[in-house]
């Protein structure tokens, strides 16, 4: 197997969260001033120490990382736009990696900021198949694509509505210590059933809330987080593809199911050696298929999983320790970032929410871009402690 | 125009519209390439295959199988929330690609493997969406729910109620349900009205008639069929005063621009309703011994393509019917074959509940409209070698 040049000499570190707001006034652009004065004071650096910018966003346009420069006043010498969504994440790390690797820039600020989405129509211009061949088919948005994305599955592998739930409700549990939750109060299974139908067979606790959030984290040299002082997580692999498994009539993988081994042998390790999973969750049919592609059970093997495993931060697979967005929000493109700075908080002794104890590794998966009937981006990484040399 | 929120959404791409053309005639058609013979959907302008760009439009197999249904209990669009529970579901088309669809989800979602049978309808802003309905349907389905597509319960007016396809249209429309037809003649009829037709004594040249008629019938008319006309039947040049082709024009042109304008605002403020040209495949293309009559179907369809998109964002559906030769009092001195006036008005009844708005009734005519898609001037050429040797 051809394996990509490793990512050594490479340090991810400061993750920084926003406010999160289910509405506000402020424009996208307050969130990315916000994300960028946090990274700063939290690394201990100025503004001019930042000579590379990537930047993800539904609502920045049409600005973008070049207008962000100048409405903050800086001179990067590497920018990088990434409108996928919630593939975003990985996909910002591991090219900012590679431009530290090259020396293309010192030290990267990976932003992710955006608002939420209001007021009818929102979906009517995502992309052009969606506004010519789904939008007009009943405006249901992400739902309805992911509706007939889960019925699809239950049929194929036996999944129950339960199965769902618990991954809803072990999130839940998990976010509710998280100090950015929206939620408070655990969910529980009675909730979860009980809850009304929004496109059959998906129900509400199934939608993640929409919120107003800026997410951020950065990438250097191992050799500058240490000069700084900073804690940092080191890549040990890292995976991504585009339109996979085009021609499955529904999609039943994330495209990355064809990449495991490459991750797992890039980083000479096993699913057995993860701490924990942080997977997309916009959709807990997704976060399924995510268990599966990285490995955690077979091909449609994830219901049975989900009933055999404790998921919760404490369990014996922990997932989505900082309660994902279901307890977090999504906020756009920046809920892409949210499994990230968790699995970077949880490397780096900074969790600000359930801890996984002894955290050594895990793996963070995103997924995103719904252009048609699917999902075209995922992407996944296993990041481990750095630790000092 | 700003859209209308009880109108569903028109934000097409422009090559995608092009689903509208078909579905105007009723029709499933998809961009095939021409090379490989891709079926392309979601539709592109460079086959998904192999790149090439020569992709025609072309009728597809209507068939398909259920891969995956919703229901959609809760939209983004103002104009679908009215709407809901909306069944959206995917398809494997047997043409190739798979499809999203609307279906009827009154019983539940469509169980996966069901055979479906694929219809491409316009919906209430003249968008092309592909509906799913049992394979063993007959007819078109009312999955969209368009108001403007009953007939039973609805009030019509005809206008030219005496001619030969105006009789068969006060059949055929008694026949569909409506509950009042209002039969427009210019002489007075002998035969009494009954409790569905009642008559009505309308010049459709004369404005003020026209006007006093909109006033007294425009809140309860829900479908205005434009039926009255003329016909000189004499060469542009031939004829030997104008007076022919202007009766023409009188009757055909201005009497239907004047009967839509005294009931479109009547429509409009309604957000509702129906309105039908008859026109002729004359319409399209001259008949050397009746050009002037050919020139005021032209005319006027000229005039149903602006009213339509006049009336597009206001809910108000602008049908034409293009027959050919139909055997009645106009047509006396045309040589066979001819279409029964029923059939004509069975195409109408048929358009009205299918919301595509061009219908071409009989091989003749649909064998014309396809032949003028493909090449106008062959068949302008074709007609005027039909004429009889110059004398
Ligand atoms: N027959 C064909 O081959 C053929 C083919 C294509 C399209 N069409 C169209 O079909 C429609 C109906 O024609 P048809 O074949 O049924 O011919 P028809 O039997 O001659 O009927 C024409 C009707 O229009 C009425 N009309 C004429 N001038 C009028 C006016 N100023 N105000 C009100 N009503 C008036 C006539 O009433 P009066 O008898 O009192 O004049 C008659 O009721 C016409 O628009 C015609 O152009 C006919
Ligand atoms: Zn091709």
Redesign the interface.
């Known amino acids: 197997m051809q394996l990509p040049r490793s990512y050594e000499g490479v340090a991810v570190a400061v993750p920084v969260s926003t406010v999160r707001p289910r509405t506000t006034r402020r424009s996208v652009h307050w969130f990315f001033g916000q994300t960028l004065d946090q990274l700063i004071r939290q690394a201990g650096i100025s503004k001019s120490d930042i000579d590379g910018l990537a930047v993800a966003s539904y609502t920045l346009g049409p600005d973008n990382a070049a207008s962000l420069a100048e409405y903050f006043d800086m001179e990067p010498r590497f920018i990088l736009d990434l409108p996928y969504g919630g593939a975003a994440g990985v996909m910002a790390m591991t090219r900012a990696a590679r431009a530290i690797q090259a020396g293309d820039a010192s030290i990267i600020a990976c932003l992710a900021a955006d608002l939420a989405p209001s007021g009818?129509?929102?979906?009517?211009?995502f992309s052009?198949?969606t506004?010519?061949?789904?939008?007009?088919?009943?405006?249901?948005?992400a739902?309805?694509t992911f509706?007939?994305?889960t019925?699809?599955y239950m049929?194929a592998n036996g999944a129950v509505a339960e199965d769902f739930g618990r991954i809803c409700v072990a999130q839940r549990a998990n976010g509710a210590q998280h100090a950015l939750t929206m939620f408070k109060k655990p969910l529980s299974m009675e909730d979860y059933l009980s809850a009304?139908?929004?496109?059959?067979?998906?129900r509400l606790f199934d939608c993640v809330p929409r919120c107003c959030a800026g997410e951020g984290f950065l990438v250097m040299s191992e050799d500058r987080a240490q000069s700084l002082g900073l804690p940092f997580a080191r890549i040990g692999g890292a995976i991504e593809r585009v339109n996979g498994y085009s021609q499955e009539?529904?999609m039943s993988h994330v495209g990355i199911a064809m990449d495991r081994d490459r991750l797992y042998n890039q980083a000479s390790m096993s699913p057995q050696d993860m701490d924990f999973v942080q997977a997309y969750d916009d959709y807990p049919v997704i976060v399924m298929m995510q268990l599966e592609a990285l490995g955690f059970c077979g091909h449609g093997e994830a219901p049975k999983l989900v009933r055999e495993k404790r998921l919760t931060a404490d369990g014996d697979l922990p997932l989505n320790t900082g309660g994902g967005m279901l307890a977090l929000g999504q906020p756009g493109a920046a809920g892409g970032s949210l499994g990230m700075n968790e699995a970077l908080r949880q490397l780096t002794g900074k969790s600000i929410g359930a801890t996984v104890a002894d955290a050594e590794a895990g793996v963070v998966s995103c997924f995103g871009t719904v252009n048609?009937?699917r999902g075209l981006c995922s992407s996944a990484a296993i990041l481990t402690k750095g630790r000092a040399a | 125009m700003k859209r209308r929120?009880d109108l569903?959404?028109r934000?097409?791409?422009r090559f995608?519209r092009r689903l509208t053309s078909a579905a105007a005639r009723g029709q499933f058609e998809l961009p095939v390439c021409q090379a490989c013979g891709t079926v392309q959907?979601?539709?592109r302008e460079a086959c998904r295959s192999c790149l090439s760009d020569n992709l025609r439009w072309e009728a597809v197999a209507p068939g398909a199988t259920m891969?995956?249904?919703?229901?959609?209990?809760?939209?983004?669009?103002?104009?679908?929330?009215t709407?809901r529970p909306?069944g959206?579901?995917?398809v494997?088309l047997d043409a190739g690609p798979?499809?999203?669809?609307?279906y009827d989800c009154s019983d539940g979602?469509v169980a996966?493997g069901t055979r479906l049978q694929i219809q491409n309808q316009l919906?209430r802003s003249g968008?092309a969406?592909l509906v799913a309905v049992p394979e063993q349907a007959k007819g078109s389905s009312d999955v969209l729910r368009d108001p403007n597509r009953q007939i039973g319960g609805k009030t019509v007016l005809i206008t030219g109620a005496d001619g030969g396809i105006g009789k068969a249209l006060v059949k055929a429309l008694r026949d569909a349900g409506a509950a009042k037809i209002i039969a427009a003649t210019r002489r007075p009829q002998e035969s009494a009205a009954d409790s569905v037709v009642q008559s009505l004594l309308l010049d459709v040249t004369d404005q003020a008639a026209v006007a006093r008629a909109a006033e007294l019938h425009g809140h309860e008319v829900d479908i205005l069929i434009n039926n009255a006309g003329f016909t000189a039947v004499a060469g542009l040049l031939d004829a030997d005063t104008m007076d022919g082709a202007t009766r023409e024009m009188q009757v055909n042109y201005f009497g239907t621009l004047a009967m839509i304008r005294g009931f479109a605002p009547h429509f409009s403020a309604r957000k509702q309703g129906v309105i039908v040209n008859v026109l002729s495949v004359l319409a399209h293309v001259s008949l050397p011994s009746m050009g002037s009559y050919c020139a005021s179907k032209a005319a006027t369809l000229s005039l149903t393509q602006g009213v339509r998109a006049e009336l597009l964002p206001w809910g108000v559906r602008v049908c034409a019917v293009f027959p050919s030769t139909v055997d009645t009092a106009a047509s006396a001195d045309s040589p066979p074959p001819k279409l029964a006036p029923a059939q004509v008005a069975s195409a109408i009844v048929t358009m009205i509940r299918d919301g595509s708005e061009e219908s071409y009734p009989g091989a003749i005519a649909s064998d014309l409209a396809g032949a003028l898609r493909a090449d106008a001037k062959a068949v302008e050429r074709e007609m005027a070698l039909g004429l009889p040797e110059p004398r």
């Open positions: 009818y129509g929102i979906y009517s211009n052009a198949f506004r010519d061949h789904i939008y007009p088919y009943g405006g249901g948005g739902n309805a509706a007939l994305i019925a699809n049929a009304r139908l929004i496109a059959d067979p998906l009539p529904v048609y009937d | 929120p569903p959404p934000t097409r791409g995608a959907y979601p539709v891969l995956s249904a919703t229901i959609i209990r809760h939209s983004t669009d103002a104009y679908f929330q709407l909306l959206m579901a995917s494997r798979v499809a999203m669809v609307r979602p996966p919906d968008e969406i």
